[in-house]
Nanobody
Framework: QVQLVESGGGLVQPGGSLRLSCAAS????????MGWYRQAPGKQREQVAV???????NYADSVKGRFTISRDNAKNTVYLQMNSLKPEDTAVYYC???????????????WGQGKQVTVSS
């Protein structure tokens, strides 16, 4: 069993900052990419940022220069530092880990439970 637990999020004023964390636990052999998605009311889920096992990153155009994704492999944790937040960043944020639970096993995507981020004055 693998579990991803998110923390952080909440309510912040425009221009403010928040940090999300997502830690994986359970039967984990290896983790490839980690990432963050978000889903705003009435919209489809969209990818926000991804970081590979080698540390390469990619961001949605809407968050480039404002959000930073990072990972701590020793803790099986991915982070999303969000700066200069805008009202349009309001959404539920979901983390994901692409991982193997055993040597030679398949690569599967696991998801966190989601955290609400609200940007409002």
């Amino acid at each position: 069993q693998v579990q991803l637990v998110e923390s952080g999020g909440g309510l912040v004023q425009p221009g403010g900052s928040l940090r999300l964390s997502c830690a994986a636990s359970g039967s984990i052999f290896s983790i490839n990419a980690m990432g963050w998605y978000r889903q705003a009311p009435g919209k489809q889920r969209e990818q926000v940022a991804v970081i590979t096992s080698g540390g390469s990153t990619n961001y949605a155009d809407s968050v480039k220069g404002r959000f930073t994704i990072s990972r701590d492999n020793a803790k099986n944790t991915v982070y999303l530092q969000m700066n200069s937040l805008k009202p349009e960043d309001t959404a539920v944020y979901y983390c994901n880990h692409d991982l193997k639970t055993e040597r030679g096993g398949g690569l599967f995507r696991y998801w966190g439970q989601g955290k609400q981020v609200t940007v409002s004055s």
